[in-house]
C-alpha cells in the first residue's frame, strides 16, 4: 500500500508541471497583457512597450517559462502584475473560503445524493423513485449561476433571509454551498441508484434475506457498501466540479476565494494570478483524486487482493 500511495504522489509532479506548460503558453499565445489595465486612458504604444520590459513581458517564451519555473522552484508566485501585492498571500487569505464552501457542497452532496439513490433504488418503479429520478433531472438541468440567481432572488430579495453578496459570518456560505451542492446531488443519485440495482438481485442479498437479516441492515450494510464503489470515483470526480463551478458560483455572489481571483487576474490579463490560481486548483484536485483512490482499495476487496498478492510476491 505504501508503494502505491508514494507512486500516485510521484505521479503528481508531472501533472502539475503539465498544467504549469499548457496554462502558461495559452496565456502567452492569447492577446492582450496587464500593460493595458495599469496605463488606463495613458496608454500608448510607448509607454506599453516600457512597462512590458519592466514586467518582464517582453522576453522570449521560454525565457519567461524558464524564469517562472525557477521563480516557482523557491515557492514564489511571484506579485500581481496590477496590485503588486504577493499573490501567495492573497492565495492563503482566500483559499480558506473556497475550501469552507468546496467542501461542505461535498458534504451535502454525499448525503442527500447517497440517500436519493437508495430511496430510489429499494422502491424502483414506486412513487419514492420517481420523486428522486425527478429532482435528479431537475438538478442536471438547471445550470449552477442559474439556480444560483433564482437562490438570491427567492432568499435575498423575497424573503430577506440571507444575503445576496459579499462574506461576512456563516449566513453567507449558505447560498453559495447550496448552489454548487445542486447539481453534485443530482448525479450523485443518479448514480447511486444504478449501482444499488446492479447489487439488488445479488445472491450476498438473497442469502440475508434467506436469513432473515433486517430489511435497513441489508440495505446498509450489505448493498450500499459493495455499491458505493462507483459512487466514491463520482464523488471525487464532483470535487472537480466543485472546483470549476466555485469560479462561477463565487463571481455570482462576490465571495473572495480562489475562484473569484482566478476571474478578477483573467479580466486584467495578470498572469501570475492566473497561473497561481490555476496550479492550486490542479493541486487540489489530485490530492483528492489520490484520496478517493485511497478509498477505493479500502473498499474493494479486489484491489485489496491485489496489494496482497504484491506483498506475497515481494515476500517470496
Given at each position: 500500500m505504501g508503494r502505491y500511495v508514494l507512486r500516485r504522489l510521484l505521479l503528481l509532479i508531472p501533472v502539475i508541471l503539465g498544467v504549469i506548460v499548457v496554462v502558461f503558453t495559452l496565456l502567452?499565445?492569447?492577446?492582450?497583457?496587464?500593460?493595458?489595465?495599469?496605463?488606463?486612458?495613458?496608454?500608448?504604444?510607448?509607454?506599453?512597450?516600457?512597462?512590458?520590459?519592466?514586467?518582464?513581458?517582453?522576453?522570449?517564451?521560454?525565457?519567461?517559462?524558464?524564469?517562472?519555473?525557477?521563480?516557482?522552484?523557491?515557492?514564489?508566485?511571484?506579485?500581481?502584475?496590477?496590485?503588486?501585492?504577493?499573490?501567495?498571500?492573497?492565495?492563503?487569505?482566500?483559499?480558506?473560503?473556497?475550501?469552507?464552501?468546496?467542501?461542505?457542497?461535498?458534504?451535502?452532496?454525499?448525503?442527500?445524493?447517497?440517500?436519493?439513490?437508495?430511496?430510489?433504488?429499494?422502491?424502483?418503479?414506486?412513487?419514492?423513485?420517481?420523486?428522486?429520478?425527478?429532482?435528479?433531472?431537475?438538478?442536471?438541468?438547471?445550470p449552477a449561476f442559474f439556480f444560483a440567481i433564482l437562490l438570491v432572488l427567492a432568499f435575498s430579495f423575497k424573503l430577506k433571509w440571507l444575503p445576496a453578496y459579499g462574506l461576512g459570518g456563516p449566513e453567507h456560505y449558505v447560498l453559495p454551498v447550496a448552489a454548487l451542492a445542486l447539481g453534485g446531488i443530482a448525479m450523485l443519485a443518479r448514480q447511486t441508484r444504478s449501482s444499488m440495482l446492479e447489487v439488488i438481485n445479488s445472491d450476498f442479498v438473497k442469502m440475508a434475506k434467506a436469513k432473515g437479516v433486517r430489511r435497513k441492515d441489508i440495505i446498509y450494510r450489505h448493498m450500499l457498501p459493495n455499491a458505493l464503489i462507483p459512487v466514491l470515483t463520482t464523488i471525487g470526480m464532483q470535487f472537480a466540479g466543485v472546483l470549476g463551478g466555485g469560479v462561477i458560483i463565487e463571481t455570482v455572489f462576490s465571495v473572495p476565494g480562489i475562484g473569484y481571483y482566478l476571474v478578477t487576474g483573467c479580466n486584467n490579463r495578470d498572469y501570475n494570478v492566473v497561473m497561481a490560481c490555476t496550479i492550486i486548483i490542479s493541486a487540489i484536485f489530485s490530492a483528492i483524486m489520490l484520496l478517493v483512490d485511497l478509498l477505493m482499495a479500502a473498499v474493494d476487496p479486489r484491489i485489496k487482493a491485489q496489494f496482497a498478492g504484491a506483498r506475497h510476491k515481494g515476500g517470496k
Open positions: 502567452y499565445l492569447a492577446p492582450g497583457d496587464a500593460t493595458s489595465v495599469l496605463l488606463g486612458n495613458s496608454y500608448t504604444e510607448a509607454a506599453a512597450a516600457e512597462l512590458r520590459a519592466q514586467l518582464g513581458l517582453d522576453k522570449p517564451y521560454i525565457v519567461q517559462l524558464f524564469n517562472y519555473g525557477s521563480s516557482l522552484l523557491r515557492l514564489d508566485f511571484g506579485n500581481s502584475m496590477v496590485s503588486g501585492v504577493p499573490v501567495a498571500s492573497e492565495l492563503a487569505t482566500r483559499l480558506p473560503r473556497t475550501m469552507i464552501i468546496g467542501m461542505f457542497s461535498i458534504a451535502i452532496t454525499a448525503i442527500l445524493g447517497i440517500l436519493l439513490g437508495v430511496t430510489a433504488a429499494v422502491h424502483q418503479n414506486k412513487w419514492q423513485d420517481s420523486l428522486s429520478m425527478v429532482v435528479a433531472l431537475l438538478g442536471t438541468s438547471l
